[in-house]
């Protein structure tokens, strides 16, 4: 008699051989909260080397530093911006007398991500370029940080979290605008850091929301919910992303936005009779004051400087203060409306997701040597190619998922939902002003976004558990390889990134299209 032949496990039961190593890592109690912990800081440890090592070259005022640089400085010495003489921009190269005047300068952005900048010059000096730069560095590796836990909020996967973050700590647009001083990278923090306090709003507040109560005093609205302090705190993050530039507004409108409609699903899931009604003029304006009154006291607290002086510009317009500064503020948004000046990398907004002209935020005039005769020297904005277009491509696919659920009436969560969000939030504003001078590296903001929706859809083309093992071995083998090429590409595009002397015929290499020259 022979013996029984064991049943072997189905395709679908079997393990890659990279699913047994996750699994043999996130699954084992020590293993797993290592990896846990570990993760996220070797991610942002990896991030902040690449935005602080030589932070200081160039060491000269580089793109639009001319303008934060010296207004950060000017902060710092009078609690508002002054006007600047002639040749500023070689005074802080060599420490000469700074000149600058007492008298208040026009300028077109509020004040936060300046106040920021000017705290790590008061640690370097005036003249000490990676001072300039500090802030920009060290927010741009924890924009980094916020990724992951965003990534792994929405997924509760460590794995995306992992890949989502890795991919922007080596994207080159992150990392060009974390070495130079500019306002975006700020921005970009702490729009991460309300869309994160808006996640964590979400998930203790929803399961409230859906729950079913036959007691409940109100069934027709549902309750009307005003301790959340996590929406508080995306007001206040958000408010501050407003107070660093004004696009920071949009953001704040659209995750406004995205509160009430999600209320309202929530209370539909309930069984509340009117739960259009009651989210959007019960709950609503109660969320609007969560949201946007810490909003509004962020905004002007950045501006106390201004306030609490008399020498800045329109300060002495009218005797009351916030007068003053509604003043101001008519005056900023004109210029806004009416900025049409042309620019060699000006970059209309639709021209962005096809990535046809990144800008070179400074060239060097006298390139060190780089072993041949002809060396260049350059800082180029133009992100990862891989990561830019893959990610367009993966957002277009998650609008596609969501209209898909939407006609079969199979909603998807959040973690579609908080990258469109964003992406819409960043992007299309800029839409409705074709005509004013605009640049692709604005885009710095829409990166934490596409890395997020392409590290969703990477995890899809890898496979699910219960699809083929054939399945899932093409799928991983495959997201396998494109990881690898990304990272064969940022090392590639790493010297461009970073302002290192290299061959001309090596810079050539790098100019994909006419417009990237």
Same mark, same amino acid.
């Given at each position: ?30 293993? $797993? ?66 000149? #600058? ?13 300046? /106040? ?14 990676? $001072? ?50 500019? #306002? ?48 508080? *705190? ?31 699903? *929530? ?16 709950? $609503? ?20 400087? /201004? ?42 907004? /639709? ?25 260049? *020297? ?49 992007? #299309?504003? /800029? #839409? ?51 990881? $690898? ?33």
């Amino acid at each position: 008699m022979t013996a029984p032949v064991p049943l072997l496990p189905a395709p679908e039961d079997r393990l890659t051989r990279y699913g047994q190593f996750r699994d043999r890592m996130l699954l084992s109690r020590d293993w $797993g909260r290592a990896v846990r912990w570990l993760a996220p800081l070797v991610i942002t440890a990896l991030a902040a080397v690449l935005r602080l090592v030589n932070l200081g070259h160039p060491h000269q005022l580089a793109f639009d530093e001319t303008y934060y640089v010296k207004d950060a400085w000017s902060l710092w010495t009078l609690g508002y911006e002054g006007v600047w003489g002639e040749n500023a921009n070689e005074a802080f190269i060599t420490l000469q007398d700074l000149p #600058l005047s007492d008298t208040g300068s026009f300028i077109v952005h509020p004040p936060l991500g300046k /106040w920021l900048i000017a705290l790590g010059m008061a640690i370097g000096g005036p003249d000490n370029s990676a $001072g300039w730069r500090l802030a920009t560095a060290l927010l741009g590796a924890g924009s980094v940080l916020l990724v992951y836990l965003v990534a792994r909020r929405l997924t509760g996967s460590v794995v995306v979290a992992t890949v989502a973050s890795t991919l922007l700590a080596i994207d080159g647009l992150s990392i060009v605008l974390s070495r130079i001083a500019l #306002l975006d990278g700020i921005l970009t923090f702490f729009i991460l850091l309300g869309v994160l306090f808006v996640l964590l709003d979400r998930q203790r507040t929803i399961p409230v929301l859906e729950r079913r109560d036959p007691e409940a005093p109100d069934p027709f609205w549902g309750p009307v919910l005003w301790r959340r302090p996590w929406l508080v *705190a995306a007001g206040a993050a958000l408010g501050a992303a407003s107070a660093v530039k004004w696009s920071g507004l949009y953001v704040l409108a659209a995750f406004g936005l995205y509160v009430v409609v999600t209320d309202a699903l *929530a209370r539909r899931r309930a069984g509340v009779v009117l739960w259009p009604t009651a989210a959007a003029f019960r709950q $609503g304006p109660v969320s609007f004051v969560l949201m946007v009154f810490p909003a509004l006291a962020v905004y002007l607290v950045s501006w106390t400087g /201004w306030l609490v002086t008399a020498g800045g510009y329109d300060r002495q317009s009218d005797p009351n203060p916030l007068i003053a500064l509604w003043n101001y503020h008519q005056s900023i948004l004109g210029f806004h409306v009416g900025l049409t000046k042309g620019h060699p990398y000006a970059s209309p907004a /639709w021209e962005w997701p096809f990535l046809l002209r990144p800008t070179a935020v400074w060239v060097g005039a006298d390139p060190a040597p780089c072993g041949v005769d002809h060396c260049i *020297a350059v800082i180029s904005s133009v992100p990862n190619p891989l990561i830019w277009y893959g990610g367009v491509a993966a957002s277009v696919y998650l609008i596609f998922l969501l209209v898909r659920g939407w006609i079969r009436r199979q909603p998807v969560g959040a973690e579609v939902g908080i990258p469109l969000v964003g992406l819409a939030a960043t992007y #299309l504003p /800029w #839409l409705m002003f074709p005509e004013r001078t605009i640049f692709q590296f604005y885009t710095v903001v829409m990166v934490p976004f596409l890395v997020i929706s392409l590290a969703l859809t990477l995890r899809i083309i890898a496979g699910r558990r219960d699809e083929s093992l054939y399945r899932r071995q093409s799928g991983e083998r495959t997201v396998f390889i494109f990881l $690898g090429f990304v990272v064969l590409l940022s090392v590639f595009f790493y010297p461009l990134w970073t302002g290192m002397s290299v061959p001309y015929q090596f810079w050539l290499l790098h100019n994909w299209m006419p417009g990237w020259v």
